[in-house]
């Protein structure tokens, strides 16, 4: 089955302790982004990555670090996570970088930085 | 400044009515334009993109136009069903993909 796996599905830490989200797909895709979700602001993009070893910048990039050392990868890094990092995550992937192509989303992961 | 704007109201529809949802935007100039749905606690799933040059586009019970000119999208879904509670987003194509908030939708028996 064509998917995008997130994990772990919900987590709780308190501020500064690292962690990371790891996201992966099943579909060969090329383009893999992160975004969060708040309320009153919808999705924003965190990061993304075109291929292998490209990575850029999305909207809100501020405390986070992403890699991308395989196609089918794309973890969300933390290094030191903050109350305001607080948030639902979701990983995406599609074929093109362009949002011409249907978008895959994972299944989310709700965070809460204490 | 640029800005996207879904009703954030819920739209609350009796069963076999056709539900009509809008996304305005403002100082973009997107070649393209999609609708995702998602329910609670789930990611987005993409429903139908439509092109700057398409007036309107169709899947099923689903129906997307976009005006160019008004700078407005509208998403309809006919003969609704209580299955098609959920919010609804819209998200413009510039040089990246931009969402808007959503807009609930719930469908009363």
Known sequence: EAQVTQNPRYLITVTGKKLTVTCSQNMNHEYMSWYRQDPGLGLRQIYYSMNVEVTDKGDVPEGYKVSRKEKRNFPLILESPSPNQTSLYFCASSFQDRGTDTQYFGPGTRLTVL | ?109
């Open chain 2, 1 to 109: 400044s640029q800005k996207i704007e879904q009703n954030s109201e819920a739209l609350n529809i009796q069963e076999g009515k056709t539900a009509t949802l809008t996304c305005n935007y403002t100082n973009y100039s997107p070649a393209y334009l999609q609708w995702y749905r998602q329910d609670p606690g789930r990611g987005p799933v993409f429903l139908l993109l439509i092109r700057e040059n398409e007036k309107e586009k169709r899947k099923e019970r689903l129906k997307v136009t976009f005006d160019t000119t008004l700078k407005q999208s509208l998403f309809h879904i006919t003969a609704s069903q209580p299955a098609d509670s959920a919010t609804y987003l819209c998200a413009l194509i510039t040089d990246k993909l931009i969402f808007g908030t959503g807009t609930r939708l719930q469908v009363f028996p």
